[in-house]
C-alpha cells in the first residue's frame, strides 16, 4: 500500500494564512481529488482550536474533512483524514500571540517536560504536550462533543460490517452537515455502554478459558 502524507492543518483559508501555509483550500481539494482517482491512500491531518479561530471556521474544517471522506467512501477507497486538538508550544507565533492577547500565562516548564506531560482528558489528545484549549475557548465543551462524534464515529468505523456503527457514522455526518451538536450525551452514553459490554464479553470469554484449580489438582494427582 503507497501511502501520501499531507498536512491540510485547516478548512479556512485565514487560518492557513495566519499559520503561514503558504497553500490554499483549493489546493487541498485538488490534491484529494487527484488521489481519489489512483491507488494511493491520503493520509492528511488538520487541527482546530487555534486561537483565535472562530466556530464558523472550526465547523469549515469540519466540513472539508467529512467531504474528503464521503469522496473516498463513494469510491468504495480508505482516506485516512484526521482531526486534532491545537497545540501552543511556547517559542511559537501563535504562543506568543495567545499570551498577548489571550491572557495565557507564560509555561515555565521544559519543552521536554512539555511533551513528557499526561492528560486525563476523554477525548482524543494525541501524543505529546497537553492542549490548553480550555482556557481560552468560548464554548470547550462543544468543541469536545465535535472531536468525539468525529473521532469515534467517523475515523474510527473503518470496517463498516456493523449496523450500529453504521448508523451512528450517519447520525455524525448529519450531526456536522447540519451544525447540529446538542444531545451528544447520547452517543457518549451509548459509546460508554458499548465498552462496557465489550469488556464483560471480554471477561467471559476469558473464564471459560481460566482453568478449574479443582480439576487441574485431580488431574495432577
Request: proline share 5%; glycine share 6%.
Amino acid at each position: 500500500m503507497v501511502t501520501s502524507v499531507m498536512g491540510g492543518e485547516s478548512g479556512s483559508q485565514r487560518i492557513l494564512d495566519e499559520i503561514r501555509k503558504e497553500i490554499k483550500v483549493e489546493e487541498i481539494a485538488h490534491a484529494m481529488e487527484t488521489l481519489s482517482k489512483t491507488n494511493i491512500v491520503p493520509k492528511i491531518s488538520f487541527m482546530v482550536g487555534l486561537p483565535g479561530e472562530t466556530d464558523e471556521e472550526v465547523q469549515l474544517t469540519y466540513e472539508l474533512c467529512v467531504k474528503y471522506k464521503k469522496m473516498f467512501l463513494k469510491k468504495n477507497k480508505f482516506a485516512d483524514v484526521t482531526i486534532f486538538p491545537f497545540r501552543l508550544y511556547p517559542g511559537s507565533p501563535l504562543y506568543d500571540k495567545a499570551i498577548k492577547h489571550l491572557g495565557i500565562k507564560p509555561d515555565k516548564r521544559s519543552l521536554e517536560e512539555l511533551c513528557n506531560s499526561s492528560t486525563k482528558g476523554n477525548i482524543k489528545e494525541g501524543a505529546g504536550y497537553e492542549p490548553i484549549y480550555k482556557k481560552y475557548l468560548k464554548n470547550p465543551k462543544k468543541f469536545e462533543d465535535m472531536l468525539f462524534i468525529y473521532d469515534y464515529f467517523i475515523m474510527r468505523n473503518l470496517k463498516r460490517k456493523n449496523l450500529i456503527r453504521n448508523l451512528l457514522e450517519a447520525i455524525a455526518y448529519w450531526r456536522i452537515e447540519n451544525k447540529f451538536y446538542r444531545g451528544i450525551f447520547i452517543e457518549r452514553l451509548l459509546l460508554k455502554s458499548a465498552l462496557k459490554f465489550r469488556k464483560f464479553i471480554r471477561w467471559g470469554k476469558n473464564y471459560e478459558k481460566t482453568p478449574d484449580p479443582d480439576v487441574d489438582l485431580v488431574s495432577g494427582m
